[in-house]
């Protein structure tokens, strides 16, 4: 398996966004959404941040794979409006998880995981990184993205 980086096409839109959703419906900082309306709720949500002009997302995948198959095994979604970067998702097939994928993504994309900086979705598995250290200047910072006025790249 050769796994290597580039950024998103509109065709990795519906990957993108449904793993972002699923993953995050679990979340204790994702609010008190109702499980029957998250999808409804979230889906847009993540596309207008997807849409934000400042917003850089990557994906991963595998490079010996047909183009028509589905072989992308995680994504990156952050922006670099500011001097710290924010990172809002990293997504990785749990089948894959433990395997660098999600260090590679974030080095697509220049973010050096020990270096400062924010992100805004906590997820169970972000919440074991930050326990165990592996982020040690990472900072949850949830409401930036949420100002329509926050100035873009």
């Known amino acids: ?11 990795d839109r519906p990957f ?21 309306s998250f999808h409804r709720v979230m889906w847009p949500e993540v596309e207008r941040v997807l849409d934000l002009p400042a917003t850089v997302t990557v994906v991963a995948f595998e490079t010996s794979a047909p183009a028509d ?24 097939k749990a089948a894959y998880r ?12 220049n973010i050096d995981p020990r270096a400062p900086f924010r992100f805004t979705c906590k997820t169970a598995a972000l ?4 326990r165990h250290r592996k982020l040690p200047c990472a900072k949850h910072d949830p409401l930036t993205v949420r100002y329509s006025n926050r100035r873009t790249a």
């Open 1 to 11: 398996m050769t796994i290597s980086h580039r950024p998103a096409s509109p065709s």
């Open 69 to 92: 198959s589905p072989n992308l095994y995680g994504f990156i979604c952050a922006d670099f409006v500011d001097a710290t970067p924010l990172v809002h998702f990293v997504y990785t």
């Open 16 to 36: 993108i966004i449904d793993s972002w959703v699923s993953s995050y419906r679990t979340s204790h900082s994702a609010g008190m959404i109702s499980m029957d």
């Open 127 to 130: 919440a074991e990184l930050l």
């Open 98 to 109: 433990r395997g660098g994928i999600a260090a590679g993504l974030m080095k697509a994309v």
